[in-house]
């Protein structure tokens, strides 16, 4: 099954990225400008970088935090809400990314509180989900994906503005990634466990994430039911993201 809508290729910059890093994004900008994109195309710098991005002029970019606090504001020291990345630009925001349940031990109930933040500053949330290597080698994918989904999207808080992103933990950062035949089965299973929640949210794209690069972006981006790519490394590099914008499917 294809969705109707444009392709996302999203760009998750992580704790990469100085103010010298304008130049790059001036430069991506400028060349989105001058051709028609294929997809729709999200950069989601650290959080030091999104106002500057965002007031040096986006143009069909759009902007997005990495990651945010449940609450609005208050005394959290060093963290960040959704009501100050969308004040400082952005339209999108990162939730549950597998660096973060590793690292910061986020589960399901802050992710599920973090989603609810995000519709609540009017932020659009791209909620990652994924397995470890661990648990694909216990033959345990489908079971930790349908988990992931249905711990944090019941019916009180499924809502359609959201997107998903399939990102296998052991494919981040490793420059190994599934087979096209094993995402896009992975895909599937994923619209039908999202068919049980909501039938606009299984129309949404969903998103591949885990080593993609100029290379194989055009292959998976082919794939049936992958609906746009979430790029880590690839998208520090301009020209390698933009090569991977210019693979996205029209469909
Ligand atoms: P890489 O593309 O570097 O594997 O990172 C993927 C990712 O974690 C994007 O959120």
New binding site residues.
Partial sequence: MKTNSRQLIAG?WKMNGLVDSLSGFQTLVATLDKEEPPANVLLCPPVSLLATFASAGRGKVHLGGQDCHDAAKGAFTGDISAEMLKNAGATFVIIG?SERRQYHHEGNDLIAAKLKAAWRAGLHPIL?IGETLAQREAGETLRVLSGQLDSVLDDKIAKDDLTIAY?PVW???TGKTPTNEEIEQTHSFIRTCLTKISAELAAKPVLY????NPQNARGILALPHVGGA?????SLKTVEFLEIIRSANVQ
């Avoid at 979430?230 to 690839?234: D, H, K, T």
């Fill in positions: 998750n990314h990652c990102e494919a981040i950062g994430g885990g080593s993609v979430l790029v880590g490394g690839a």
